[in-house]
């Protein structure tokens, strides 16, 4: 009692049972513990399992990553199945397959880029609405990420091509990205009324793809494009006819083909052979037959046999495809319908899978 109430004399005992477990446990550190190998040695990837995944990003910036089988393949023409859940006026803008271990570049309409890792993205269920993408990267109040680009690495001699929407390109090496403030960098010199569309990773010499909403293609050779220092605008790619808006841009693989689909969810496969190699800057070809039934076109992409795509509509809708389920049809075809759509729906986005 006396020594739970004089403090002193609790601090005196426990002062002398320590002296006493110091003299009979007198022994050196049998272990020895490197500070700096634990500062600068241990790598947070060696921690993470490395994984397939798919990451969804919707227009309003809402992010999430779920394992690659979620969804299982479905016979084209089918209403799909829900694939996140958003809030009004809300809809799925961006969906790619990576892995937990990939850098995600993420670049904005107004050509600035950040960068994190796959994995800091918190894993979700399918339904689920994901987290604000402001919470991972400190965007400006004035920007919106437009497409994330997965690399495996950024210090690769390779290059990225940069889109914008009314028609300009972009070439960059991936080296110049290699180091990205958290508050991100200038990738683009966007000019007034424009934006940043696409993003892509090439070596160097790839034919480059780019369709309209008009349902124009063009393909031309890379090389046409020197590369240039990351504030730089870019060149002219495509010239557009009125009205119409640069609405994809993929890489052209020979004995692959050009998947496109509509607003109102038809789509088709035309080989990419059926495709003239052009000089950089002009009008394009009629690669898509448009009607009031079809509607523009939304989306394209390059696709092969073993792929499978991801369609989602404007309201959180998606389903997965075989594109070999897909008929390969001439240039100036509207296709065949991929995904049943109402009134109020349109197709917003593709996404590749490759298995």
Do not use: W
């Not at 320590?18 to 009979?24: A, N, P, Q, R, W």
């Not at 993470?48 to 999430?64: A, C, F, Q, S, W």
């Not at 293609?217 to 010239?239: C, D, L, P, Y």
């Not at 009031?292 to 092969?304: H, Q």
């Amino acid at each position: 009692k006396e020594i739970l109430d004089n403090e002193r004399s609790l601090l005196n005992l426990i002062k002398d049972e320590l002296l006493e477990i110091k003299s009979i446990h007198n022994t050196d550190r049998r272990t020895y513990i490197d500070k700096t190998y634990y500062e600068d040695d241990i790598n947070k990837d060696n921690l993470i399992h490395r994984e397939d995944i798919v990451v969804t990003l919707t227009h309003d910036g809402y992010i999430k990553r779920m394992a690659s089988n979620t969804y299982s393949s479905q016979k084209r023409g089918g209403r799909g199945m829900q694939a996140m859940t958003v809030k009004e006026n809300d809809f799925i803008e961006n969906i790619f397959h990576t892995t937990t271990h990939h850098n995600l570049l993420f670049f904005t309409n107004l050509g600035r880029v950040y960068n994190i890792k796959a994995y800091e993205i918190p894993d979700s269920s399918r339904t689920a609405k994901g987290i604000n993408i402001i919470n991972l990267i400190n965007l400006n109040s004035n920007e919106k990420v437009q497409v994330v680009l997965c690399l495996d690495g950024l210090d690769n001699c390779g290059y990225i091509l940069m889109a914008t929407k009314l028609g300009l390109i972009k070439k960059t090496k991936i080296s110049e990205f290699s180091k990205i403030r958290k508050n991100g960098l200038i990738a683009i010199g966007i000019k007034d009324n424009d934006e940043l569309l696409n993003v892509k990773q090439t070596k160097g010499d790839a034919n480059i793809v780019m369709v309209t909403s008009g349902g124009y293609a063009i393909i031309f050779n890379e090389k046409n494009i020197r590369s240039m220092g990351r504030s730089a605008a870019g060149v002219k790619a495509i010239t557009l006819r009125k009205g119409d808006s640069l609405v994809a841009i993929d890489l052209a693989t020979d004995g692959e083909d050009l998947l496109i689909t509509s607003e109102n969810g038809y789509g088709k496969r035309t080989p990419l052979k059926s495709y003239p190699i052009q000089n950089r800057g002009g009008k394009g070809i009629k690669t898509y037959k448009i009607t009031e039934k079809t509607g523009k076109v939304s989306c394209a992409c390059v696709v092969n046999e073993n792929n499978d795509v991801m369609l989602i509509n404007s309201n959180g809708v998606g389903i997965r495809i075989k594109t070999s389920d897909i008929s390969k049809i001439g240039r100036s075809s509207l296709g065949v319908k991929l995904m049943k759509t109402n009134n109020n729906e349109k197709i917003t986005t593709i996404g590749k899978i490759k298995e």
